[in-house]
């Protein structure tokens, strides 16, 4: 026995049809403006919601019914061959309150559906992959995306966007695409719970998949860091320390090495660190402690970067020896500490070899 549906409807195309049709009218009826019939538009809304829950009752069951296998299948089947995932996604901000929920909550449902090693909706939005002056982009992604710049759904669309970016395939389109260097803007919106939404989102995209997170710093390296450090440099305190701490974790890890050798190798960078380094707010200072470590850690500093190291040599012994030091739990942090010291000290210019040496021939 299929799940019981509206009374119209006794197949998952109908509801699917019925979706679609009211989505459509729902579009056209804000294309109106302020000529749209307002008792209309809660008609429509209404009906909106109703389909959509009964799609999530289809997908995912009630408290006191499992989903039907088949049912899930044909209904899968049928978003997928209406094109209905792109269309729920654009009528998003016009979806009342509960249907917004509803609509995360089956698109979040579809792309984690799994038969074997295959992910059909995922392949279904791969297979939407349109290139753009040989800028792969994507409408769906794009549009999730975008919806960070409303307010209204931009938490159900980071949630959709995060289940899309779980799939490296998805992620590796999210990277590619120009309209990536917007989560720039909207880590920092006045909105924190958008802000913070955009940043968990912002971070996943840069560490869940390793190696494509990788090629991407590479390949985007000064644009990214020419951004990033408006991040590190911002007003908000929020975002600097995110920012910090974000920072540390991507060039500590080994697939980021080319990465971290370059932004190490930067006397600039090295100056940012050690004015974070003193700042004020202690978390600002520790996160800022965990990345100059690795300036200093480098056997094979740039001699810009030593040359500032050395100049500050004893400024450095001294401030180190000080720094934090009642954090009394933290063994690691003063095992840290106390080698970072250790180094400092042990710096020196590299012995150069003698004019006369250098014209020595090699002994046979």
Not at 186 to 205: G, M, N, P, Q, R
Not at 338 to 357: G, M
């Amino acid at each position: 026995m299929p799940l019981a549906l509206f009374r119209s409807e006794k197949t998952p195309q109908q509801l699917v049809q019925n979706l679609k049709s009211v989505l459509t009218q729902l579009v056209k009826e804000h294309e109106q403006g302020e000529q749209a019939n307002a008792k209309k538009l809660e008609k429509i809304n209404d009906d909106v919601t109703k389909y959509l829950l009964n799609a999530k009752h289809a997908l995912m069951g009630t408290p006191g019914q499992e989903p039907q296998l088949e049912m899930i299948v044909q209904l899968s089947d049928e978003i997928h061959k209406n094109d209905i995932i792109l269309l729920l996604i654009r009528c998003l901000r016009y979806i009342d309150f509960e249907g917004k929920k509803y609509t995360s909550q089956i698109l979040s449902n579809l792309l984690k559906r799994q038969i074997g090693t295959r992910y059909p909706t995922v392949e279904y939005i791969l297979s939407q992959k349109r290139s753009e002056n040989e800028t792969p982009s994507n409408d769906i992604l794009d549009e999730l995306i975008q919806g960070y710049d409303h307010q209204e759904i931009a938490l159900h669309s980071g949630l959709v966007l995060r289940e899309c970016t779980k799939h490296d395939s998805l992620a590796s389109i999210v990277l590619s695409d120009p309209k990536f260097f917007a989560f720039f803007n909207y880590v920092e919106v006045s909105t924190f719970d958008i802000a913070s939404d955009a940043f968990v989102t912002f971070k996943d995209l840069l560490t869940v998949h390793k190696n494509t997170a990788a090629q991407f710093l590479e390949k985007n390296y000064d644009r990214f860091f020419t951004d990033y450090k408006k991040l590190l440099t911002s007003d908000n305190y929020v975002t600097r320390r995110q920012s910090l701490k974000l920072l540390g974790e991507l060039l500590l890890d080994r697939h980021n090495y080319l990465t971290m050798d370059r932004y190490i190798g930067s006397a600039e960078n090295l100056k940012l660190m050690m004015t974070m380094l003193a700042d004020q707010s202690r978390s600002i200072a520790y996160e800022a402690f965990h990345v100059f470590k690795i300036f200093v850690a480098n056997p094979n500093k740039k001699k810009e970067v030593l040359d500032i190291l050395l100049k500050n040599k004893e400024k450095l012994i001294d401030f180190l020896s000080k720094f934090q030091s009642d954090r009394k739990e933290e063994e690691q942090f003063h095992e840290e500490r106390e080698y970072l010291i250790k180094q400092v000290k042990s710096l020196q210019r590299p012995v150069e070899p003698s004019p006369a040496a250098a014209a020595s021939p090699p002994e046979q």
